[in-house]
């Protein structure tokens, strides 16, 4: 039923504080009504909704689906006695608005996330026995001057305090698929028509709230380019690189503003619609990363979102 992850709606305290973080991360701002709205550069689509409050919080994940999904959906959400209710925001778009197990709001939208901004394609990589790039430099003094220009939002994770009654709505009400897990204590779930590894993913916490977001980038390069221009531009460093066991992408965590992580990622699995494909549970630090310049810092895992 749930095929793509069209974007989030996050309120925060000061809206300037973060146009400041997200435009030097990469993302576009534009005022819609009396929130400010992200977006990838190139790319049609709200990716983040920042929303004045008086405290930072993930508000809601708004989904994709198609017409047959959507007609699926509301059945499911009828027989486990889930509740459609009036948007709990003012936002400008239609969908259906409900709530997770607990108290996390979604919207479900018929709609199709449009494509990634950016025709130029990164240059081959050459591995052994795969030499793609023949008689063309991969950098010249111009690749200098490169900077992190995101995609698409990827995925999210979100804390749980109760991983796998999570799960369990997000399958068996959403459709959704688990690709991989650690025990009660994460879990990646992808859409119900295949695509990344994962769409959202669940850490356990004794409360809600946003681990991190997602931007996928064109190369390894742009991950750190962006890595480094957010720390040169004051942004504390978090992760990375490094690269997931969970995933397989190469990965780079930096703080935003208020305490939860963002992600530059590349070369994250990809598994189609209907594979037969086996997820790993195992231990979280053996999902974590195969390796990174530095071990995941004790705040890692931290929820820093106020409860409700």
């Known amino acids: 039923m749930i095929r793509s992850l069209l974007h989030i709606g996050m309120?925060?305290?000061?809206?300037?504080?973060?146009?400041?973080?997200?435009?030097?991360?990469?993302?576009?701002?534009?005022?819609?009504?009396?929130?400010?709205?992200?977006?990838?550069?190139?790319?049609?689509?709200?990716?983040?909704?920042?929303?004045?409050?008086?405290?930072?919080?993930?508000?809601?994940?708004?989904?994709g689906t198609n017409e047959a999904g959507m007609e699926q959906l509301l059945r499911k959400l009828r027989e486990a006695n889930v509740s459609l209710q009036p948007p709990p925001f003012d936002v400008p778009f239609g969908g259906i608005w409900f709530q997770d197990p607990h108290g996390d709001w979604l919207n479900v939208q018929v709609a199709e996330p449009a494509p990634a901004g950016g025709s130029v394609l990164p240059p081959e990589i050459n591995a052994h026995g795969r030499y793609r790039r023949i008689g063309k430099r991969a950098c010249?003094?111009?690749t200098r001057a490169k900077r992190a220009r995101p995609l698409r939002l990827g995925h999210l994770i979100k804390f749980s305090p109760d991983v796998p009654a999570s799960t369990?709505?997000?399958?068996?009400?959403?459709?959704?698929?688990?690709?991989?897990?650690?025990?009660?204590?994460?879990?990646?779930?992808?859409?119900?028509?295949?695509?990344?590894?994962?769409?959202?993913?669940?850490?356990?916490?004794?409360?809600?709230?946003l681990h991190h977001l997602s931007f996928e980038v064109a190369d390894l390069d742009e991950i750190e380019i962006?890595?480094?221009?957010?720390?040169?531009?004051?942004?504390?460093?978090?992760?990375?690189?490094?690269?997931?066991?969970?995933?397989?992408?190469?990965?780079?965590?930096?703080?935003?503003?208020?305490?939860?992580?963002?992600?530059?990622?590349?070369?994250?699995?990809?598994?189609?619609?209907?594979?037969?494909?086996?997820?790993i549970d195992a231990a979280p630090h053996e999902v974590m990363f195969v390796w990174a310049?530095?071990?995941?810092?004790?705040?890692?895992?931290?929820?820093?979102?106020?409860?409700?």
């Open 11 to 63: 309120t925060v305290p000061d809206l300037e504080i973060g146009r400041a973080f997200y435009e030097t991360f990469g993302l576009e701002m534009r005022a819609s009504g009396n929130d400010y709205v992200f977006r990838c550069p190139g790319r049609d689509q709200d990716q983040i909704r920042l929303m004045q409050g008086s405290k930072k919080k993930l508000s809601y994940t708004a989904l």
């Open 293 to 308: 310049t530095t071990p995941p810092p004790d705040d890692f895992v931290l929820n820093f979102e106020a409860r409700d």
């Open 226 to 279: 962006g890595a480094q221009t957010m720390i040169r531009a004051g942004y504390q460093d978090s992760f990375g690189l490094g690269r997931h066991v969970g995933g397989s992408n190469y990965f780079h965590y930096l703080r935003d503003p208020w305490g939860s992580l963002i992600e530059y990622f590349w070369d994250i699995d990809v598994i189609p619609e209907g594979a037969d494909w086996e997820p």
């Open 168 to 209: 369990a709505f997000y399958t068996e009400v959403l459709g959704m698929l688990v690709s991989d897990k650690s025990l009660d204590i994460l879990a990646f779930l992808r859409g119900a028509a295949g695509g990344d590894h994962h769409m959202v993913a669940f850490a356990k916490s004794t409360h809600t709230g």
């Open 140 to 142: 010249d003094i111009s």
